[in-house]
């Protein structure tokens, strides 16, 4: 659980889900669902019941607690284990998210196709520290745009993208120097591996990447 293949050379940094308040719709609907049934089940094993009520009191009882118990998983279990289920990775060479268990599902971004990382706070988000980031990304004049939502402590989440980003693309104008020799040089927009751009303007700074800590630059930061 929790693990992700890695190619030759590629590190996880930072492995969250998203913040536990996109859980809040199911806990309503837990309680919602708890306060109803209840009340039904009260009401008709009440021994006070018109004798029609009395009569049918056993179907309807079958009736409450199919209903309460399909809406209990559909509403609750399900979201919870989709959650739980759903991961998201950064690591030095890719965004990555996926399912665990079943279909993966995954959506990926390679860092050498991401032309930028914007993220994207909402008023309700904020009191939570989650927000959106957005991955702008594409090769060839396609551009494609990948929404990771509600993700958790959203701001450092955004800060480390972008550091890693800018160290694949300093790496990247390194190894096309290099290729290209002591009189050559890596032109702004040359391509570098993994079919990125070099010298592309990037952000600056890299911390050191984790293996599997939620957050490799902020250890007191718990996995969302």
Same mark, same amino acid.
């Given at each position: 659980?929790? $693990?992700?293949?890695?190619?030759?050379?590629?590190?996880?940094?930072?492995? *969250?889900?998203?913040?536990?308040?996109?859980?809040?719709?199911?806990?309503?609907? /837990? #309680?919602? =669902? +708890? +306060?109803?049934?209840?009340?039904?089940?009260?009401?008709?094993?009440?021994?006070?019941?018109?004798?029609?009520?009395?009569?049918?009191? %056993?179907?309807?009882?079958?009736?409450?607690?199919?209903?309460?118990?399909? *809406?209990? @998983?559909?509403?609750?279990?399900?979201? @919870?284990?989709?959650?739980?289920?759903? #991961? !998201?990775?950064? !690591?030095? /060479?890719?965004?990555?998210?996926?399912?665990?268990?079943?279909?993966?599902?995954?959506?990926?971004?390679?860092?050498?196709?991401?032309?930028?990382?914007?993220?994207? !706070? $909402?008023?309700?988000?904020?009191?939570?520290?989650?927000?959106?980031?957005?991955?702008?990304?594409?090769?060839?004049?396609?551009?494609?745009?990948?929404? /990771?939502?509600?993700?958790?402590?959203?701001?450092?989440?955004?800060?480390? =993208?972008?550091?890693? /980003?800018?160290?694949?693309?300093? $790496? +990247?104008?390194?190894?096309?120097?290099?290729?290209?020799?002591?009189?050559?040089? =890596? =032109?702004?927009?040359?391509?570098?591996?993994?079919?990125?751009? +070099?010298?592309?303007?990037?952000?600056? %700074?890299?911390?050191?990447?984790?293996?599997?800590?939620?957050?490799?630059?902020?250890?007191?930061?718990?996995?969302?």
């Amino acid at each position: 659980m929790g $693990r992700l293949k890695l190619v030759d050379g590629e590190q996880v940094v930072v492995r *969250t889900r998203a913040h536990r308040r996109t859980l809040i719709p199911a806990l309503v609907n /837990l #309680l919602i =669902a +708890a +306060a109803v049934v209840s009340f039904l089940l009260g009401y008709l094993s009440r021994g006070s019941q018109p004798e029609f009520v009395r009569q049918f009191s %056993g179907l309807g009882l079958f009736v409450v607690w199919s209903l309460g118990a399909l *809406t209990l @998983f559909f509403g609750t279990v399900r979201p @919870f284990l989709q959650w739980l289920n759903r #991961l !998201t990775f950064l !690591t030095n /060479l890719r965004i990555v998210q996926k399912n665990l268990v079943g279909p993966p599902e995954p959506i990926v971004a390679p860092l050498g196709l991401i032309s930028e990382v914007q993220l994207r !706070t $909402r008023r309700i988000q904020s009191v939570s520290g989650a927000g959106d980031l957005i991955v702008l990304s594409g090769a060839y004049g396609q551009q494609q745009r990948t929404v /990771l939502a509600d993700m958790p402590d959203a701001a450092h989440f955004h800060t480390v =993208a972008a550091e890693e /980003l800018g160290e694949y693309r300093r $790496r +990247a104008a390194e190894q096309q120097a290099s290729r290209l020799g002591p009189a050559g040089y =890596a =032109a702004p927009g040359g391509y570098g591996n993994h079919g990125g751009y +070099a010298g592309h303007g990037g952000y600056g %700074g890299r911390s050191g990447p984790g293996d599997s800590r939620p957050y490799a630059h902020d250890p007191g930061v718990r996995d969302g």
